[in-house]
């Protein structure tokens, strides 16, 4: 199964004094002459940053999945009572970094111990300043889930096999765009929107690396590849994060009360009425809190379900719930679930300003006051009965496409079952084994 959801770059920035900054820069040099390994480009400036000169240090010869950043400026901030205005920045591409060639599969929470142990050892071939992986803050996260088209369920004319995955970006082309986003690039097989402290990015792999990356491994095995990405930019990491604090020091909280009732103070002689067993379980779990934040905090971020839940947030508030439908049998699935003419009425009157106007976003352009209140209770009624508002074109004699992630999430539970069932099949094997040597019979 080549859909997979879960994130294919994440960027770590550490500060720096002005004296540790010009080290390291020294210490790249110094790389750089020695080995030839990398290039040092720059100075940029940036309009965002008019106090900071930036420098970009890339591997020509070899793509490595890591690359670094340094910023030079005479406005910083206190961190532990020093004076940090300038930083290094680490963008990380997990699967790369790893040894993984991989353009179309996403990488996993698993990935992050393998991850931390190779870029400690490429930090130590340049110089110590970059080490210690765990000392720099998330400042930006690309989730991203790769839908694989061949792997959906429907019917389709034979000859639409090689279009497929064009004719389903035509589709996610007409999807919403949410307040506070803007349509950036006008590609023919992408779809990109961003805000101050987000992007979405959906397009066709194979189009992005045949234009990119020609000589790329997967450039084939792309050719079915959809990929949608959450790019959560430095404000959303931010805000994320704290809200991560934010629960761990409530659970904190809660913990030093329990540990208060349970009689343990500061002091042996103040702990009473607990025994041995129970102290050490909440030490430890005390323990445990008292790790550092930032580990924690990117620990959550890059976990499974934190993955999960940024693409199924985003993916629905972009391209929408339910399945995509022919005009025709979109009406008679509204028909057959609506009970209420006037809403019947409603739903198709939805279903007729996105064809009209081309896509959701321009639709509700097209509308204001009640019109566009409406229109979007009608969204929301639409997404009850599992119809995406875009319609399939009629000339392409396709009656219906299933909803991409809602195909992912049941072919995830179709492996897990097939997981359970050859566990289920050898434990059975295992017993029947047993059986027979305690029978004295032979097994086989």
Same mark, same amino acid.
Request: glycine fraction near 4%; hydrophobic fraction near 35%; charged fraction near 30%.
């Given at each position: 199964?080549?859909?997979?959801?879960?994130? *294919?770059?994440?960027?770590?920035? #550490?500060?720096?004094? @002005?004296?540790?900054?010009?080290?390291?820069? %020294?210490?790249?040099?110094?790389?750089?002459?020695?080995?030839?390994?990398?290039?040092?480009?720059?100075? *940029?400036?940036?309009?965002?940053?008019?106090?900071?000169? *930036?420098?970009?240090?890339?591997?020509?010869?070899?793509?490595?999945?890591?690359?670094?950043?340094?910023?030079?400026?005479?406005?910083?901030?206190?961190?532990?009572?020093?004076?940090?205005?300038?930083?290094?920045?680490?963008?990380?591409?997990?699967?790369?970094?790893?040894?993984?060639?991989?353009?179309?599969?996403?990488?996993?929470? =698993?990935?992050?111990?393998?991850?931390?142990?190779?870029?400690? @050892?490429?930090?130590?071939?340049?110089?110590?300043?970059?080490?210690?992986?765990?000392?720099?803050?998330?400042?930006?996260?690309?989730?991203?889930?790769?839908?694989?088209?061949?792997?959906?369920?429907?019917?389709?004319?034979?000859?639409?096999?090689?279009?497929?995955?064009?004719?389903?970006?035509?589709?996610?082309?007409?999807?919403?765009?949410?307040?506070?986003?803007?349509?950036?690039?006008?590609?023919?097989?992408?779809?990109?929107?961003?805000?101050?402290?987000?992007?979405?990015?959906?397009?066709? #792999?194979?189009?992005?690396?045949?234009?990119?990356?020609?000589?790329?491994?997967?450039?084939?095995?792309?050719?079915?590849?959809?990929?949608?990405?959450?790019?959560? %930019?430095?404000? !959303? /990491?931010?805000?994320?994060?704290?809200?991560?604090?934010?629960?761990?020091?409530?659970?904190?909280? /809660?913990?030093?009360?329990?540990?208060?009732?349970?009689?343990?103070?500061?002091?042996?002689?103040?702990?009473?009425?607990?025994?041995?067993?129970? @102290?050490?379980?909440?030490?430890?779990?005390?323990?445990?809190?008292?790790?550092?934040?930032?580990?924690?905090? &990117?620990?959550? &971020?890059?976990?499974?379900?934190?993955?999960? %839940?940024?693409?199924?947030?985003?993916?629905?508030?972009?391209? %929408?719930?339910?399945?995509?439908?022919?005009?025709?049998?979109?009406?008679?699935?509204?028909?057959?679930?609506? =009970?209420?003419?006037?809403?019947?009425?409603?739903? +198709?009157?939805?279903?007729?300003?996105?064809?009209?106007?081309?896509?959701?976003?321009?639709?509700?352009?097209?509308? @204001?006051? +009640? +019109?566009?209140?409406?229109?979007?209770?009608?969204?929301?009624?639409?997404?009850?009965?599992?119809?995406?508002?875009?319609?399939?074109?009629? /000339?392409?004699?396709?009656?219906?496409?299933?909803?991409?992630?809602?195909?992912?999430?049941?072919?995830?539970?179709?492996?897990?079952?097939?997981?359970?069932?050859?566990?289920?099949?050898?434990?059975?094997?295992?017993?029947?084994? !047993?059986?027979?040597?305690?029978?004295?019979?032979?097994?086989?």
């Amino acid at each position: 199964m080549l859909t997979s959801i879960g994130y *294919h770059t994440f960027v770590k920035s #550490k500060s720096l004094t @002005q004296e540790e900054a010009g080290l390291l820069f %020294k210490e790249f040099k110094k790389y750089r002459n020695n080995t030839q390994e990398i290039c040092i480009m720059g100075p *940029h400036r940036y309009e965002k940053d008019p106090f900071g000169r *930036h420098f970009e240090i890339v591997y020509p010869k070899q793509y490595k999945g890591i690359q670094w950043k340094i910023r030079f400026s005479n406005r910083g901030f206190y961190v532990d009572g020093e004076f940090k205005p300038c930083s290094i920045q680490a963008i990380i591409n997990p699967k790369v970094l790893i040894g993984e060639k991989s353009y179309i599969v996403a990488a996993d929470a =698993s990935y992050l111990k393998e991850v931390e142990k190779i870029f400690e @050892q490429e930090a130590e071939k340049i110089s110590p300043f970059l080490k210690g992986f765990n000392m720099y803050r998330l400042n930006r996260i690309d989730y991203c889930i790769n839908f694989d088209v061949s792997e959906l369920k429907f019917e389709y004319p034979p000859e639409l096999t090689t279009e497929l995955p064009k004719l389903i970006m035509n589709l996610i082309k007409c999807a919403d765009i949410p307040d506070h986003f803007e349509k950036i690039y006008n590609e023919e097989y992408q779809f990109y929107l961003k805000s101050k402290s987000v992007v979405i990015n959906c397009y066709w #792999k194979h189009d992005d690396l045949s234009r990119n990356f020609s000589d790329c491994k997967d450039l084939e095995k792309s050719y079915n590849i959809i990929r949608f990405e959450v790019q959560f %930019k430095y404000p !959303k /990491v931010f805000s994320v994060s704290n809200e991560i604090k934010n629960k761990r020091e409530r659970q904190k909280s /809660v913990l030093m009360k329990a540990i208060g009732k349970e009689g343990m103070g500061c002091f042996p002689e103040a702990r009473s009425g607990i025994d041995d067993k129970k @102290q050490k379980c909440l030490s430890e779990t005390f323990m445990n809190f008292a790790r550092l934040d930032e580990i924690a905090i &990117m620990e959550t &971020m890059l976990s499974d379900e934190q993955c999960s %839940k940024r693409i199924e947030d985003y993916f629905y508030k972009v391209i %929408k719930e339910g399945n995509y439908y022919a005009f025709d049998a979109a009406k008679k699935v509204i028909e057959s679930r609506v =009970s209420k003419w006037e809403k019947v009425i409603r739903l +198709e009157t939805a279903l007729q300003l996105v064809c009209e106007y081309g896509s959701i976003a321009e639709a509700k352009k097209a509308l @204001q006051g +009640e +019109e566009l209140e409406e229109f979007r209770r009608s969204l929301r009624d639409l997404a009850g009965i599992s119809i995406n508002p875009v319609t399939i074109h009629k /000339v392409w004699g396709i009656e219906y496409i299933p909803n991409l992630l809602d195909n992912y999430f049941l072919l995830c539970g179709e492996e897990q079952r097939k997981i359970q069932e050859k566990i289920q099949d050898e434990q059975m094997l295992c017993d029947y084994i !047993k059986d027979c040597r305690k029978r004295g019979v032979p097994w086989i």
